[in-house]
């Protein structure tokens, strides 16, 4: 497979993917086509198709199909935008495959377009579990509709197989978030404050909160505890990143806009930072709060506390730096306490999810698996004692 599209719709997809688009770039064999849709393109989101432009990456397709609704009649009807643009897209550009990464909406429409122009799916991040939000459901659904499977895990590996693919399909790489870490010169804290504009204090608190999307009440709730966990720290810096483009999106967003307003301390909203300064601000923070997977993921392997709310997360890898809390009142701040604790913060430095090098195993998968005989796909039944060598 030499002519590869690779799909990106958001911030966070894209950060992930920034570091496997540059190895496929290098390789003067491959003929790397970036689809770009979604948030990417709306202003209220910071248009953050500028920050790819700015990475020397250009679109080869432009898909507008985002909405400006916080529901999920808005979300449903993006989707099918979606679907209609992607396809016009794969359609001109007639790649061998489409990469795709992730969980949510608008990779189910990319992957459903190229289900029917017969265009294979190579799928980032599937057997994972995020039982808390749609994107559970999502990602299998992207499972099925996909030819081949580049997973973080070994347990990430069995349920794929336990959704019928076959063994020579999945293959085990890493996360593409820890590649990042690897890979990318982060600032250090100088650079960081002058980049931001803000001063970070001994105890500085990252707050990443996106929607809770199976359950509208859980949103409101969490992000009570989580703003009022904030408020026994008045003196830390408090660092909020703005939540992707989901159902209740905007309402959370308002919200925390709302409280840095009124918060005695430093604190900044910020709608987007890009790959470096998050990952920058992740490694200096004394804790990140909220519950976006870059908690669960990227945090333990830059040595950061993270204090997990509610269930958004639920049924991902732990490592021994998460401390995962609910939303009733005074847990979160419980949990904030213990995690700032001095004694605290050595305990788990270590990523469940591999130590780098993802990306080039990708880009070596795509290069030398043979498009002849992806798209006829056999229900596999898994043994129970071990899985096939991939």
Not at 52 to 65: H, K, L, Q, S
Not at 143 to 156: D, G
Request: with cysteine; proline share 6%; net charge negative.
């Amino acid at each position: 497979m030499d002519r590869i599209s690779v799909f990106t719709a958001t911030r966070a997809e894209y950060g992930l993917l920034s570091g496997l688009l540059s190895e496929l770039a290098g390789r003067a064999e491959l003929d790397v086509q970036l689809v770009v849709s979604g948030a990417h393109l709306a202003p209220e989101f910071g248009r953050t198709a500028a920050l790819i432009e700015a990475d020397g990456f250009v679109p080869a397709a432009t898909v507008e199909m985002l909405l400006s609704s916080d529901t999920g009649v808005g979300a449903a009807k993006s989707l099918g935008l979606a679907v209609m643009g992607v396809a016009e897209a794969l359609d001109r550009l007639s790649p061998d495959v489409l990469v795709l990464l992730g969980d949510r909406y608008e990779t189910l429409a990319a992957a459903s377009a190229a289900a029917l122009l017969a265009v294979p799916v190579a799928h980032i991040g599937g057997g994972e579990s995020s039982e808390g939000a749609i994107d559970e459901s999502i990602r299998h659904a992207v499972t099925k509709l996909s030819h081949l499977h580049f997973v973080a895990a070994e347990p990430f590996a069995r349920r794929v197989l336990q959704l019928g693919e076959e063994p020579w399909r999945v293959h085990v790489v890493g996360a593409l978030g820890v590649d990042n870490i690897v890979r990318m010169h982060l600032l250090d804290r100088e650079e960081l404050q002058s980049d931001l504009g803000l001063t970070l204090t001994p105890q500085t608190i990252l707050v990443t909160y996106h929607p809770v999307t199976l359950s509208a009440d859980a949103n409101a709730s969490a992000l009570d505890a989580l703003l009022a966990a904030l408020d026994p720290f008045p003196a830390a810096t408090v660092v909020f990143t703005a939540p992707n483009a989901d159902p209740g999106g905007r309402e959370v967003r308002r919200r925390v806009e709302e409280y840095a307003v009124g918060r005695p301390g430093p604190t900044a909203v910020f709608g987007t930072l890009g790959q470096q300064r998050y990952l920058s601000l992740l490694k200096q923070a004394d804790v990140v709060v909220g519950n976006s997977s870059s908690g669960i993921i990227e945090a333990p392997a830059l040595g950061t506390p993270t204090v997990n709310v509610g269930d958004r997360q639920r049924g991902r890898l732990r490592a021994p730096s998460i401390i995962d809390v609910s939303d009733a009142p005074g847990a979160v701040a419980a949990a904030l306490r213990r995690a700032l604790a001095p004694s605290f913060r050595p305990c788990g430095t270590t990523s469940p999810y591999g130590e780098g090098g993802a990306a080039t195993r990708i880009a070596d998968l795509l290069w030398r698996t043979p498009a002849h005989g992806l798209l006829v796909k056999h229900f596999h039944v898994p043994s129970e004692s071990s899985r096939d060598s991939t």
